[in-house]
C-alpha cells in the first residue's frame, strides 16, 4: 500500500505522518506539495493524508482556504472513485470544508488550546481504550441531529472520546464534540477524518504505539484482508 502526505502551507504533522508510515510501519510513501494535481501514481488501493498543523495560518476558518488548494480537486475526484482518504487533525477539518465528510469542527468547548494524551474507544480497540494524544483549538465535532443519528445508524462514527476503562461518558470528552466524536468516516468507508493523532503513537521510544493499531486497522491490514478475501483465503 502506498501513501502520499499532502503538504500545505502551515503543516506541521507531515513529517510526523510520513515517519511514523514510513519507518514504523514500513510502508512506501511520497509527499505530496499542495499545488500538486497528478495523482496518477497512486490508485484505490492507496491512500492519501491530509495531516495536522495550520493550512493557511486557519485564516478565515481552519481548512477553508486549503479545500481550494489544486490539490484538493484531485483528492475530491480521487475519493469519489474509491481511493483512501485520512485527514488527521487540520486535514479533518479539511475534509469537512471539502464536504467529503459531513459535519463540522468548531472551537473547543474551553475556548482553549488542549495538547494532551486522550482514550478513545473504536476501531481496533479490542475492548480496550487507546491512548493518542490530540493537539487542537478547533476540535469539537458538530453536526445537526439528523446527521448525528445517520452516522450512528451506518455506523460512520470510528472512534470516541473515552476515560481510561473505555467508558464513554461526558468527562472524558476534552473538547465537547457531540456524542463524544472523535473520528468519523464517510458512508462508503473510504475517507476517514479524526482529530486525535495516532502518528504521534507509533513508536515504542515515545511510549506508545496505540496509533499503529489505528492505522492498521483502517488501512494497512484492511487492504491485506479484503486482498485475502477476494482471493479467497479468508471469508468474512
Known amino acids: 500500500?502506498?501513501?502520499?502526505?499532502?503538504?500545505?502551507?502551515?503543516?506541521?504533522?507531515?513529517?510526523?505522518?510520513?515517519?511514523?508510515?514510513?519507518?514504523?510501519?514500513?510502508?512506501?510513501?511520497?509527499?505530496?506539495?499542495?499545488k500538486d494535481t497528478d495523482l496518477s501514481g497512486f490508485t484505490t488501493d492507496d491512500c492519501i493524508v491530509l495531516p495536522g498543523g495550520?493550512?493557511?495560518?486557519?485564516?478565515?476558518?481552519?481548512?477553508?482556504?486549503?479545500?481550494?488548494?489544486?490539490?484538493?480537486?484531485?483528492?475530491?475526484?480521487?475519493?469519489?472513485e474509491g481511493g483512501k482518504v485520512l485527514g488527521v487533525c487540520n486535514g479533518f477539518q479539511v475534509l469537512c470544508e471539502s464536504h467529503l465528510l459531513p459535519g463540522a469542527l468548531l472551537r473547543n468547548a474551553n475556548q482553549?488550546?488542549?495538547s494532551k494524551n486522550v482514550y478513545l474507544r473504536g476501531a481496533g480497540d479490542n475492548g480496550q481504550a487507546l491512548k493518542i494524544p490530540i493537539a487542537h483549538g478547533e476540535g469539537r465535532y458538530?453536526?445537526?441531529?439528523?446527521?448525528?443519528?445517520?452516522?450512528?445508524?451506518n455506523d460512520q462514527i470510528i472512534y470516541r472520546y473515552?476515560?481510561?476503562?473505555?467508558?464513554?461518558?461526558?468527562g472524558a470528552n476534552p473538547n465537547g464534540s457531540f456524542r463524544n466524536i472523535a473520528g468519523i468516516c464517510n458512508a462508503t468507508r473510504?475517507?476517514?477524518?479524526?482529530?486525535?493523532?495516532?502518528?504521534?503513537?507509533?513508536?515504542?521510544?515515545l511510549g506508545n504505539i496505540d496509533g499503529v493499531t489505528i492505522l492498521n486497522t483502517l488501512f494497512i491490514n484492511a487492504k491485506e484482508k479484503s486482498a485475502r478475501r477476494e482471493a479467497g483465503v479468508v471469508n468474512f
Open 112 to 114: 482553549q488550546f488542549i
Open 1 to 34: 500500500m502506498k501513501f502520499g502526505v499532502v503538504v500545505f502551507p502551515g503543516s506541521n504533522c507531515d513529517r510526523d505522518m510520513y515517519d511514523a508510515l514510513q519507518q514504523d510501519l514500513n510502508q512506501e510513501v511520497r509527499m505530496l506539495w499542495h
Open 142 to 153: 458538530y453536526a445537526d441531529d439528523l446527521t448525528l443519528d445517520q452516522l450512528e445508524a
Open 162 to 170: 473515552s476515560d481510561e476503562n473505555g467508558n464513554i461518558i461526558p
Open 54 to 80: 495550520f493550512s493557511y495560518g486557519d485564516y478565515l476558518r481552519c481548512g477553508a482556504i486549503a479545500r481550494f488548494s489544486p490539490i484538493m480537486q484531485s483528492v475530491i475526484r480521487f475519493a469519489g
Open 190 to 205: 473510504n475517507v476517514f477524518g479524526m482529530m486525535p493523532h495516532p502518528e504521534r503513537a507509533c513508536s515504542a521510544d
